[in-house]
């Protein structure tokens, strides 16, 4: 985890909740607090089931047409001048059955809402989906010979890798 002011904690266990974006680090003493996201640059979290590390990122000029981004951790697919990250969040989906008409779901879940992003250097969001049309509407300034490139590696975008891979292409060009 890389604070702000240059502060490096390697054994610090973290925690992200997906549902409130909120970063949640424990302290030696045995609790937990949450981490104001201006604090903290970035940090990775260890899967130890599959060996892999999972770099989050804070970018304190990203934006959309929409919304200010710059206190949102992103997962980070893919760095480049183009980039490729993803937000991680949840939902919460109420309970439904008292109605005759219901979907008989007993109790409240929380179900995956990840999104994925383009990141440019001038720290403008362009949200992608998975699929073609997407892809080449986000990355619009280049679309002919992205769209070639795509085409000759056959690439379908149904897949995380294939948006990588799309990206990768896209920054090539």
Known sequence: MA?????????????????????????????????????VNSFIINDSATKSNFEFKRYPSAHTSKYDMRDIYFLTLYQEKTSLVMLISKTLKKADYKDPYSNNLRYDTFEDANEYFSLKTDGSLTKIKKNKKSVLGALSDKEEALKSLMDQEKLDIKTERDLVVAVAKYNAI
């Open 3 to 39: 604070f702000v002011d240059g502060r490096v904690f390697e054994e610090v266990p973290p925690k992200y909740n997906a549902y409130s974006k909120d970063w949640v680090m424990k302290r030696p003493g045995g609790d937990s607090i949450i981490v104001f996201p201006y604090q």
